[in-house]
């Protein structure tokens, strides 16, 4: 739990995709010691976090009957098809009245750093939305604070939270992280990829 004076923020793991590209669930591969997605719910349960929700909608059936989600909110988004933005305005109402806004990951990236998610939940300030910025771009964690949940809500496809923080411009927080970005897996070639390299390396 945060500490007294810390914002309350409420997890929130994007895993309801449909995997058409992939022809599988990837919510589903093999990962260490389990599946994809156990391992990033691992890494959400290991930070102090006031609230933890989970998106599902492709193969939701099968991932509960496979992953642990104890601890979790389970939001099940029938809309998956139309991409992640409606898993985010899903996700949204089930947020608790008291947190200060979500940390948004990806479910099938499983590489993440806790240093790297803590690191941008100090680093968002009063900046509406705070992202990662890797040696090679912006990425994941985004830190997006309640005032932009209308916005959210509104938001289509999958690249509707990019374009929100597109449009916000200065005004977000981009927080140095060190290390290149955490891979996520889209296609067969990403996840064998993935498997070859090591977490320094992804």
């Known amino acids: 739990m945060p500490t007294p004076g810390e914002p309350r923020y409420a997890a929130v793991v994007l895993a309801a995709g449909g995997s058409s590209r992939l022809g599988r669930p990837k919510q589903?591969?093999?990962f260490g010691d389990g599946v994809l997605l156990d391992v990033v719910l691992d890494l959400v349960r290991d930070l102090?976090?006031?609230?933890?929700?989970?998106?599902?909608?492709?193969?939701?059936d099968e991932v509960r009957a496979a992953v642990d989600l104890s601890g979790f909110d389970v939001v099940l988004?029938?809309?998956?098809?139309?991409?992640?933005?409606?898993?985010i305005g899903a996700a949204i109402g089930a947020v608790d009245p008291d947190a200060a806004g979500i940390v948004l990951l990806l479910g099938d990236q499983p590489r993440m750093r806790p240093e790297s998610i803590e690191a941008v939940v100090r680093g968002r300030g009063d900046a509406p939305?705070?992202?990662?910025?890797?040696?090679?771009?912006?990425?994941?964690?985004?830190?997006?604070?309640?005032?932009?949940f209308p916005a959210l809500r509104a938001l289509h496809?999958?690249?509707g939270v990019w374009?929100?923080?597109?449009?916000?411009?200065t005004a977000v927080a981009r927080v140095d992280v060190a290390g290149p970005m955490p891979a996520d897996v889209d296609t067969e070639?990403?996840?064998?990829?993935l498997l070859a390299t090591t977490p320094e390396q992804s």
Not at 48 to 60: D, K, N
Not at 163 to 169: H, M
């Open 48 to 60: 102090r976090f006031a609230q933890r929700i989970v998106t599902l909608g492709g193969s939701a």
């Open 28 to 30: 589903l591969l093999p």
């Open 163 to 169: 374009k929100l923080i597109e449009r916000l411009g």
């Open 77 to 87: 988004n029938d809309d998956f098809r139309s991409g992640c933005s409606s898993s």
């Open 189 to 193: 070639a990403d996840y064998q990829a």
């Open 129 to 148: 939305i705070a992202v990662a910025r890797y040696r090679d771009g912006i990425g994941h964690p985004f830190v997006l604070s309640r005032a932009t």
């Open 157 to 159: 496809g999958d690249r």
